[in-house]
C-alpha cells in the first residue's frame, strides 16, 4: 500500500495492527511515484507500507484500508509469500488469529 503523508500511513498501520488484521506493518518514508492519473502523469512522494497478514485476511484488510484511506483508489496489492522462516509466518498467524 502507499499513503501520501506519514501520519496517514501510521494510522491506518495503527488500526490494522490493532484489529489484529495484520501482525506487522512496516513504514517506509521517502518513495517516490510516477504514475497517470486523469489524464496526467504525477509524480509525488509517498510512503510505502508494507503488512504482514493472511491470506484469509486480505480482503478485510482491504476494505478497511479502503475505509481509513485519503486516496480515492489507494494501491493496496497482495503478494503471495512463497516461503520464509517458519516461526515468522507462525507468529504472523497467531497475531491474526482472533480476526480470522
Given at each position: 500500500m502507499t499513503a501520501g503523508a506519514v501520519?496517514?500511513?501510521r494510522r491506518i498501520a495503527d488500526a490494522l495492527v490493532s484489529?489484529?488484521?495484520?501482525a506487522?506493518?512496516?513504514?517506509?518514508?521517502?518513495?517516490?511515484?510516477v504514475y497517470r492519473w486523469q489524464d496526467?502523469?504525477?509524480?509525488d512522494d509517498e510512503i510505502v507500507l508494507i503488512a504482514k497478514t493472511t491470506a484469509a485476511l486480505v480482503d478485510r484488510l482491504g476494505d478497511?484500508?479502503?475505509?481509513l484511506h485519503s486516496y480515492e483508489c489507494p494501491c493496496i496489492v497482495s503478494l503471495a509469500i512463497d516461503g520464509g522462516n517458519p516461526a515468522f509466518l507462525?507468529?504472523?498467524s497467531e497475531q491474526?488469529?482472533?480476526a480470522q
Open positions: 501520519g496517514e500511513a484489529e489484529r488484521l495484520a506487522c506493518v512496516n513504514i517506509l518514508p521517502g518513495m517516490q511515484s496526467a502523469i504525477q509524480r478497511r484500508v479502503r475505509e507462525t507468529w504472523i491474526t488469529e482472533e
